[in-house]
């Protein structure tokens, strides 16, 4: 808590990262050399860090953020640890690889197969555990593909597991978009909501084991799949712990307001327990939308991370340079302990 200080940690260039729990909103200026921390108020609910000068400013009370000002980064307080009680011991097992699977569901909706690809961590298969997952939706133009072919994703979680560090095991779905996806289709039943929602997810929970639970899933998207994980979390917030998402693109006229998630952000209350991921880099076409929507989470006072790079652009290497970001927000809230996790049995 913010006591008596705030202590912060220069972790990557021009980037700061909270080392207590709090709120933080966190100002991103051209030419930042570095990160001061300022001493809230008791009363105050958020810090404002002005990265400019080495100098501490005395900013006791954060100005409201409107749609043209800087971009900000608004930390949450520390996500909370799920509390289980395995009741069975965790099998031995030395795997240091996940698995690729791609497969398929027949979908009714769209009249035809629709691929996907599953990331299955080391050890999935004989630990006897259901583990969180993440549906990571692909962009515009790209396919199911995209976060691993592309982005490098399934080896970069290899990596990563075996530093047994801040992420923890999941499992990753990438499911193909296709049409559904890139059409403004909202009807009730025929949409890439209902794809995901009554099609996707029940599938996958009754043939892997899976953490069938809200508490159990997040979802995320790259661009266009910004916008659908955004549509279809604030449209379900009860559905997922977490959403993200990453160089999303949202205007006020490409959606019905019930699946925009500029009016949907109005509709979260202060005590929602999604948590809430936002990025891009400076000057990306999509940071208007990306403001404004952390700019009415922010008047709502809900708790969200809103992260605005100061170098690169609307591709796969800038994506792909946040994967331990996205991977740490998402698994924020699991055990890093599989033999926490609930058991397949």
Known sequence: MYATSLVFAIWRTFRCRPMQLGVIILVIITGIVACEPLAPEPDSQVVVVITNTPTLVDTPTPTPLLPTALPTRILPTEAPTVMLSPTATVPPCNETEGRLIDGTIESAITEEPVPYRLYLPPCFFVSGRRYPYTILLHGSSYDYTQWTEELGVATFMDDVLAEKGDIAPMVLVMPEGGVPQELNAFDSGQSFED?????????????????????????????????WAFSIALRHPEQFAAVGGHSPFFVEDNAPAAYNP???????????????????????????GASALSTTLRNRNIVHI????????????????????????????????????????
């Open 262 to 288: 500029l009016n949907l952000a109005n509709t979260l209350l202060p005590t929602t327990p999604l948590r809430i991921y936002l990025d891009h880099a400076r000057g990306d076409a999509g940071e208007p």
């Open 195 to 227: 794809v995901i929602l009554n099609e996707l997810i029940p599938q996958l929970e009754a043939e892997f084991c899976l953490w069938a639970a809200p508490e159990g899933r997040a979802i995320g998207g790259i661009s266009r799949g910004g916008f």
């Open 306 to 345: 809103y992260d605005v790079n100061v170098t690169g652009g609307h591709n796969n290497d800038y994506w792909s340079s946040q994967l331990r970001d996205y991977l740490e927000f998402y698994s924020a809230s699991w055990p890093k302990d599989i033999a926490a996790l609930p058991t397949c049995f």
